[in-house]
């Protein structure tokens, strides 16, 4: 579990007031780390170090409380983003909630060592994990639920993660290097000291959903006696907002900026964001003129004038990758040609916040060519591209042999070709995952990448990948994890999720209507299996459709069967569900989806 504070820890709280800053600070144990074999996981990680940083800080990962002004405090290094708190009259209005109900203890025994007032107000920058699930933690106990104010499109966002939930999650463990032997708060993302604090066990969630959302651009309003503006500031999210507090001129930016070239895309798998609105949102703070900018990955920044500048080069920087692309894709330039072919100026490379210690210039140019122009990249042999093992396949015949591919690696890994010996070495695998060269050629050039890469979150993916190669790291979404995640989802999020795991081959020729009937929401769900895809809808016209089988349940229970705490056969053994159409369909129906691993 991660951990949490206690009277038992040998931990050492220090509260220094000096220089008119106050800090908390806890200094973290190293990472849980799940793997299988340190030795043998170590020694696949010696001699694959990143670049050294040009522009290295002295900060440490030490969680700490900062004063900004006399009402703005900032939590970092509690976990992966911060949690900022406004005080009032009387209250507090807490800006993001950390990933989890562990961190989020942290932060708020930290907080309490300087501020009694109850949290009267939640702001959700977005609905980014790290920024929203901890947020029951903070108003336990209380009689009421606050306000807890997001976008519009909040739910939308959380949204996108029922969907692609495992694939996802996978993804953004090995971008966060949340499994790697050497990963430490320290070194695990370019956005922040703090790691993602994930466990073995799991982590508990403790999301809960607004109860105001910003319809408009911006709307004032007026919490604990603190007047604020939300403005909508789209960028690394479609959801994103900041808050601007015109009595200290101080803005909270969210993820707009962060001292790393901007993240236009997550290796993890997001949809691409878009540069224009992004540089707009820049704009946007930018002529607010603030005195203090304090985003929800790192330090704050102090100073009209430095701020300006700031805001001024990062969104130049922005503009120019985004303006060269698109150049370039009128001259009929193809994605991966454009990507290679476009580097920041000198002029960017002096700034610390433009380092690609975080997004990187060449997965935002493929970010941008795919915001106009999609998938297709323009070159006629993609529109029938060949398949992963079948192309393989096919360059095995063409050199004879998997030996005499995989001895094209080694030397093209011996020539300086890292790029084009991982490619090798990986068609050889793809045809034989056992072929030993391959698998040392494929190893030692995946290194080779990480060690060049001066984005974390490649070099992590790198080295997590090279680890799951050798079976040694276990990226499994554990039960409890899941569970979590699961019961913060609505109803129709789960009924999203499930019909992405519909095994349409076992399906051909199925046609039938299932009825989902739970007591506690009061709400029926029609779901109609047919022609290899499985509709659900809640409309009350369809009240009227005949069902062959119906379930009558809580939502409660179903979350715990999608989830996988129970089993559906265990659920209805117990009298957790009534049936209405036999326990052959009830069974056949389940049969259907894809099971967990």
């Known amino acids: ?11 050492v709280v220090t509260i220094i007031a000096t220089g008119g800053v106050l800090l908390v600070t806890r200094n973290f144990p190293d990472n849980f780390m799940r793997w299988k074999n340190r030795e043998t996981a170590s020694t696949i990680m010696e001699d694959a170090d990143m670049p050294e940083h040009p522009f290295p800080t002295k900060e440490e990962a030490v969680a700490e409380v900062l004063k900004v ?7 970092m290094n509690y976990g992966l983003a911060n949690s900022i708190w406004l005080t009032g009259d009387g209250g507090v209005v807490v800006v993001d909630t950390m990933e989890s109900v562990e961190s989020a203890r942290d932060v708020l025994y930290a907080m309490r060592q300087i501020i009694d007032d109850p949290v009267r107000g939640i702001i959700y920058t977005h609905s980014h994990a790290d920024h929203t699930f901890g947020s029951e933690v903070f108003i336990e106990g209380q009689d009421e639920i606050p306000e807890i104010w997001a976008h519009k499109t909040f739910e939308f966002g959380i949204s996108e993660f029922a969907t692609p939930n495992v694939g996802t999650l996978k993804r953004a463990m090995r971008q966060f290097g949340t499994y790697l032997p050497k990963h430490s708060y320290g070194t695990v993302s370019g956005i922040g000291n703090a790691g993602l604090r994930f466990s073995a066990e799991g982590y508990h969630v403790g999301i809960v959903m607004p109860n105001r959302l910003l319809v408009e651009d911006e709307e004032d309003i007026l919490i604990a006696d603190i007047f604020m503006k939300l403005v909508y500031i789209p960028g690394e999210t479609e959801d994103q907002i900041g808050v601007w507090l015109p009595e200290s001129r ?24 878009n540069a224009v609105k992004w540089i707009s949102s820049l704009d946007t703070i930018r002529n607010l003129r603030p005195k203090y900018l304090i985003p929800s990955h790192g330090r704050p920044i102090v100073g009209e004038d430095d701020i300006y500048n700031l805001l001024t080069i990062y969104r130049d920087a922005l503009q120019y990758v ?18 290679l072919s476009i580097k920041l100026p000198e002029v960017y490379k002096s700034e610390p916040y433009l380092y690609e210690f975080y997004g990187t210039v060449e997965w935002s140019v493929r970010s941008v060519f795919d915001q106009y122009m999609g998938w297709f990249s323009g070159n006629v042999a993609d529109l029938a591209a060949m398949g992963t093992v079948e192309r393989a ?5 063409l050199v004879g042999s998997e030996d005499n591919l995989a001895r094209s690696a080694k030397e093209a890994l011996q020539a300086g070709k890292t790029r084009w010996a991982l490619q090798l070495a990986s068609h050889v695998i793809a045809v034989n995952k056992k072929h030993e060269l391959a698998q040392e050629i494929r190893l030692l050039a995946i290194k080779g990448l990480a060690k060049k890469s001066t984005s974390t979150n490649g070099h992590h993916y790198y080295m997590t990948t090279a680890l799951e190669d050798h079976d040694l790291a276990n990226n499994v979404l554990s039960p409890l994890t899941k569970s979590e995640v699961v019961n913060h989802y609505t109803v129709k999020q789960l009924f999203v999720a499930l019909q992405c795991r519909l095994m349409s081959e076992l399906t051909v020729g199925v046609d039938t209507k299932t009825c989902f009937h739970f007591t506690d929401l009061e709400q029926t769900w029609h779901g109609h299996l047919r022609r290899g895809i499985f509709d659900v809808s809640s409309h009350a016209e369809d009240a009227e459709l005949s069902c062959d089988l119906k379930l009558t349940t809580t939502s409660a229970v179903w979350r715990s069967i999608l989830g996988g705490t129970m089993t559906h056969a265990r659920a209805y053994m117990r009298g957790d569900i009534v049936l209405e ?3 052959g369909e009830f069974k056949k129906f389940f049969s259907y989806f894809d099971q967990d691993d």
């Open 250 to 273: 101080a803005f909270l930016c969210g993820d707009d900026i962060y001292r790393a070239f901007p993240n236009l895309y997550a290796i993890r798998g997001v949809p691409n964001r």
């Open 581 to 583: 159409g036999g326990v």
């Open 1 to 11: 579990m991660a951990q949490s504070w206690t009277t038992l820890e040998l931990l």
């Open 393 to 397: 396949e096919e360059m095995v015949a």
């Open 69 to 75: 002004t006399d009402n703005i405090y900032v939590a």
């Open 322 to 339: 985004h303006d060269q692309t698109v150049r370039k894709i009128n001259q009929g330039w193809y994605p991966e040609d454009i990507a």
